[in-house]
């Protein structure tokens, strides 16, 4: 980003009542559009389908409409923001806005044509936007004769209801112009936060593993997609991987994760799936096509069997976040249990079976270590009170009746047990870990700072806490020694640990 050395018309005094112009009526354009008008602004609203900009207004009114049904705006605003509205025919009608956001198809070239002729047209001190999702902003300034006013604006969907923005800065962008469209934001309600132009910016780069890891267990065949969205959802968030990616659509998916990993010259860790591209091929595009992970909208899980009463001899062993986790849950739950602080593992014993939290290896490889046949590997419970079910793997010489009191106790805390494959790193360890990981490499390259990477996956893709968040709540040994546990079972680069970790660790 350039030094500060303009001064933008959307930043004066008046800013509020300065004209705002949107290209592209889709979704996201009309989203915008809405927002702007909202909040003062006249807004031209331009799409090259003929009678598409016209549409989008139209729809802005239905849903201005129900906001009054429901008590929650007047309907003299509701008419104030309508007025506020009108469709554009071309680019010339463009000329006097003082920002232009443009929110076309996610391609350079086109992008590249356009904001050169909104660059030819607008007066030196309007400002341009562009709300692309994974396009670097320096490749979209080549070009442009005066590219210190472009900034990217990346929105999130519904826009009138999502709060985030990235605000994205390129090599040529002007520090006004990018302080300028957060100043912006914020008066419209939005929570801005700031990005370097590198592929993905923050949430598309940092959410890559949620998609990812739950893809590679399901090549791995490690359980199923119904398996893997419940233990995900019990770590707090709103929807598993599977689902999610069928609500997203998997063309959509697929194509963002392949544009970042070429983006990133063939990284291992932004890798496209074979499962995914399978999905793709064969049309199951997720929801929108009927059928995907799921056959049309997966139906919620069966109520967790809870059981009460005694299970048998418990030992709460070790020390540690994940153990103290525990500990509370099964007070809270009534469960009787002694206390081993000198044990040289992490987990719980019931009659004699050690359920060890996974530390991304192998139930098999812990049991031939320890020479301990009566082992198992459970997942992190991050969130205990909203765990549905319970990652578990259990070792090669684990018998029926251990199995059978290792699933009694999982009951017993209120947890279905969902037995994987003896996988490394199970689902919830490993997708938190990589999580970290993302946002760590993120923060370490500049991408953002780590206050940034937190609010921009809790309000941009709602997860229940931010990648820093998690590394302050388990602690930089547990994460980093999940991570190498990963690398080492699979002896990939997808899983090499983030040099900031790293440091936190010596530290």
């Known amino acids: 980003m350039t030094a500060s050395t303009g001064t933008w018309r959307i930043a004066s005094a008046d800013a509020a009542q300065a004209p705002v112009a949107v290209i592209g009526a889709g979704v996201m354009g009309a989203g915008i559009a809405q927002v702007a008008a909202q909040a003062g602004h006249p807004v031209r609203l331009m799409d090259l389908r003929e009678g598409a900009a016209a549409a989008a207004i139209a729809q802005i009114g239905k849903a201005l409409d129900g906001l009054v049904a429901k008590g929650r705006m007047e309907r003299d605003a509701r008419d104030a923001v309508l007025a506020r509205l009108s469709p554009a025919a071309s680019t010339a009608e463009l000329a006097d806005a003082a920002l232009v956001i443009e929110v076309i198809v996610e391609k350079l070239e086109p992008k590249q044509a356009l904001l050169r002729e909104l660059d030819a047209l607008l007066p030196p001190d309007a400002l341009i936007a562009s709300n692309t999702s994974s396009i670097s902003i320096t490749a979209l300034a080549n070009g442009m004769a005066n590219p210190r006013r472009l900034v990217g604006m990346h929105f999130f969907n519904p826009v009138p209801l999502m709060k985030l923005v990235e605000v994205v800065w390129g090599a040529e962008t002007d520090a006004s112009a990018a302080q300028a469209i957060e100043a912006l934001s914020r008066r419209w309600g939005k929570t801005p936060v700031h990005a370097k132009s590198t592929p993905g910016f923050i949430v598309n780069r940092i959410a890559r593993p949620y998609y990812a890891e739950t893809l590679q267990l399901l090549q791995e065949q490690a359980g199923s997609p119904a398996q893997l969205d419940r233990a995900l959802r019990g770590a707090g968030f709103r929807m598993g991987p599977c689902e999610l990616m069928d609500l997203i659509g998997h063309d959509t998916n697929y194509l963002v994760t392949q544009s970042v ?247």
């Not at 932004?270 to 909208?297: I, N």
């Not at 765990?387 to 805390?413: C, K, S, W, Y």
């Not at 870990?433 to 953002?448: P, S």
Request: glycine share 12%; aromatic share 8%; proline share 6%.
């Open 261 to 507: 990993f070429e983006a990133n010259f063939g990284d291992k860790r932004y890798q496209p799936s074979l499962v995914q591209k399978a999905l793709v091929d064969g049309g199951r595009l997720g929801r929108k096509a009927g059928k995907g992970f799921y056959e049309g909208t997966p139906e919620n899980a069966a109520p967790v069997a809870v059981i009460d009463g005694d299970v048998g001899a418990v030992t709460l062993s070790g020390r540690g976040p994940l153990v103290e986790l525990l500990g509370d849950w099964m007070a809270t739950r009534g469960l009787t249990f002694e206390r081993d602080e000198t044990a040289d593992w992490q987990g719980v014993a019931v009659e004699g079976v050690q359920l060890h939290f996974t530390r991304g290896r192998c139930a098999a490889q812990l049991a031939r270590e320890r020479s301990q046949p009566g082992l198992a590997v459970i997942d992190w419970p991050l969130a205990p009170d909203r765990i549905e079910g319970m990652a578990i793997a259990f070792g090669p010489r684990v018998d029926n009746v251990q199995q059978t009191h290792a699933e009694t106790l999982l009951r017993r805390l209120g947890w279905e047990p969902l037995v994987l494959r003896d996988v490394p790193g199970l689902a919830v360890a490993r997708t938190i870990a990589m999580l970290i990981n993302e946002g760590a490499d993120a923060v370490w390259q500049g991408v953002c700072d780590e206050a940034g990477a937190d609010t921009a996956m809790k309000l941009g893709v709602n997860y229940p806490a931010g990648p820093f968040e998690w590394l302050a709540q388990l602690g930089a040994p547990l994460v980093v020694d999940a991570l190498a546990g990963l690398f080492e079972a699979y002896r990939s680069e997808r899983y090499r640990i983030s040099p900031l970790l790293r440091q936190r660790l010596w530290a």
